[in-house]
Each structure stands twice: as C-alpha cells, then as structure tokens.
C-alpha cells in the first residue's frame, strides 16, 4: 500500500529533524481525520448534523454497572498495579459467561485473558504472530486495525474480498496455496462490521481446516457478538471441536453494555496463542484497573436482560432506517447483526463523493466504504448509534434533496 497519510505527508514536508520510522509512514491514513475535519467546519458553521458516521453507542453504560464501579474505585487495594492477565475473579466470570452463553468450558487460568479494550489485543497479536514477509488474511472490506496493525508488525496483509456474491464470507479455497503456506493469522470478524454480515458453524469449520492444513491462527472479533437480532443468536467460532487449538476471539464490553470509554475487553481461546500475546503485552502495558475489572464482572452476570432491552432499541432504529432507505430506492436488506447498514451508493457516485454530497446537501454524516477496503468503494456505512427521532429526519432530508438510491 502506497498512501501516505495526511499526517504523514505533513511530516515529511517540513523536512523535520526528528525522522520517524517508515513503518509510521507505510501506515494507511486514519479513516476518520479527513471526516472529523469537514464535521468539525460544518458544525463550525452552525449546522445541525445527524451523525451515522461513528461507531460508538450513543446510550450509556447501566447504572447497575456504574453504581458498582462508585464502589470499586474508592477501595485502596484497586489503587495499585493489576494482575497482568487479569485478576482470576474475572477470568473466571468471563469462563462462566462464556460456557452460559456457548456452552464452551475455558480454563481461567490459560485461556482466557484481560485486555485493555479487545483493540488493543487484536493490534497487539501480529507482533506475537508475524515475522517480515510474513502475511495476516485479511477481509475486504474489514475494520482498519487487522490490516494496520499486521503492517506495523512489518507482515504483509493478504486482502480476501467479501461482497454480495459471497455472502461477506472469504472464500479460502481462492486463495494462492504459496500465501496460505506463508500465513500467521486469519482475522475474521462476525457479526461483521461495517457489513452486518454474520457467520454459520459451517463457516467457521471451513475456517479451522484451512487453519489446522496451514498451520495458522485464526484471530476471531467477537465486538459483536450480543448485538444481533429477529432471533439471530451468533455463535463462537470455539464451538468447532478442535477450533481452541488454532484460535482465538476477542471479546468486549464495548459495544455490549455501551463501555466503549472504559476499555475493557478479553481474549478466550488457545493457550499458546494467550501466552504468545501475553509476552508482548507484559512488555508494553501493566494490565487493566481493577475496579473496571470487577465493575466488568457486574456486567457480565446481569440477570436483567440488559443486552435484550437494548437490542429491541437497536431492531426499532434499524426498521425506521432500512424502511426509509429502501422508500428512497435502495435495496438494502435489514441486517440480523452489528449496528450497521451497508448501504450501496447511487450508480452515479462512489463512497467518498456520495458520503460528501449527503453532508453538504443534507447535513447527513456517513462513513464512506472505501475506508475498510476497495470493495467498499461503492457503498457508505450508516451506524444506528441515532435516535429515532434523528432517523426519521435524516430520511425527510434526504427526500427533500431528491436522494434516490
Ligand atoms: C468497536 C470495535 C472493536 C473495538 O472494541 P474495543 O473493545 O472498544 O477496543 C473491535 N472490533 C470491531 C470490529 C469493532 O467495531
């Protein structure tokens, strides 16, 4: 990949006498620093902006949670350094949540481990994984830091395209036999984001194979996992007999009890692979508060059906906006996961001149496609991180300009 960021760019046009490393300047550019410019000019000029564009819950975190965190903060022995792993209080609720919730046993004490938001894990791993000229698989379009972060580690991303035709599910079988034998780590993630894709067991057993033929890791994001819908239950790729000695998944509160500030997430899945990240990590980082660990605990034993309530929010918003979108043209199907729509764009714009038309005509934020893969270059990603009232209005905006998909 040849972009050089706008940062980057800048970087090297002032001729600096500080030289920054090339593996900063291969870095492809921030997806959403041209976005948050042109949003930060318009809302400048007093515009009244509806934001599809972000990724991040717009309700907050329960208060059964933050209650309890009011008392984990002020007690003294939370105030010192964490277990690098996790505390084993918390690896054992995320082994209990998780044989409830999979029906698949983990051992707290090797396979499963606390992360700093599961970001932070999934951008750690390649280092663990990835010599020079080695390759991650890596969908397209998929979210930025599979790609990222395996650069950074100096491999190089194999791009496997997920499209309409095949379902947004990779398809190994096209893949050059010379890549798969010089492949570390397969990165998948459903539900997906930003298709709103998910995946079957039978998917996933395809996946192992191929794992267990080439002798790679596959690296499964589960952000997701809880945000599905009509019925839709996603299951854990660790439900493949055999899938924990060749995977892992990265698992997070973020998204599933609308934590994304507090940066706490976990990794389940083979111990090896667990140890490996571990050895970066005790170099780099000095594990997660504790206080955010047991409030992370509460949440993970709700017996309130906290996830349940919020999904029937999310399936509301999701309806108003495929319903208006498609009245408006479009064929977009409702998604059953993520909180994402998948939008293609009209046949006479592409991800990037559709996503500024809807800001400049409508005050309309969206992500453009292109900026998780090539394959997105004719779509934009609408976040249902809106009210309903806000979805409805962006829908008489778009009337009112004559958009039609
Ligand atoms: C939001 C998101 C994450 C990051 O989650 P954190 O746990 O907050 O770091 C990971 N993967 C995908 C696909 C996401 O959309």
Known sequence: MEIITLVNKFLLEEELKIRIAKRIQNVPPYLFSEIDKKKNKLRAEGRDLIDFGIGDPDLPTPMFVVNAMK???????????PPYEGTFSFRKTVSEWFLKRFNVSLDPDNEVMALIGSKEGIAHIPFSFVDEGDYTLVPNPSYPVYNVATILAGGKPYFM?????????????????????????????YPNNPTGAV????????AVYFAKKYDFLICHDMAYSEMTYDNYISP????INGAKEVSVEFHSLSKMFNMTGWRVGFVVGSSQAIKALGIIKTNIDSGLFVAIQQASEVALRDDSNFIAKMNNIYVRRRNLLVSGLQSLGSDIKPPKGSFYLWVKTPKEFDASSFTERLML???IVVTPGSGYGSEGNKYVRFAITVSEDRIKEAIERMKSKSIQF
Request: charged share 35%; proline share 7%.
């Open 161 to 189: 395209p997920i499209n309409e035709e095949n379902n947004f599910l990779p398809e190994f079988d096209k893949i050059p036999v010379e890549i798969l034998e010089k492949t570390k780590i397969l990165f998948l993630n």
């Open 199 to 206: 995946a079957n067991l039978e998917f996933f057993e395809k």
């Open 71 to 81: 008392e984990f903060v002020e007690d003294p022995r939370n105030h010192r350094y």
């Open 236 to 239: 854990s790729l660790l439900q």
């Open 361 to 363: 005509e409508t005050n």
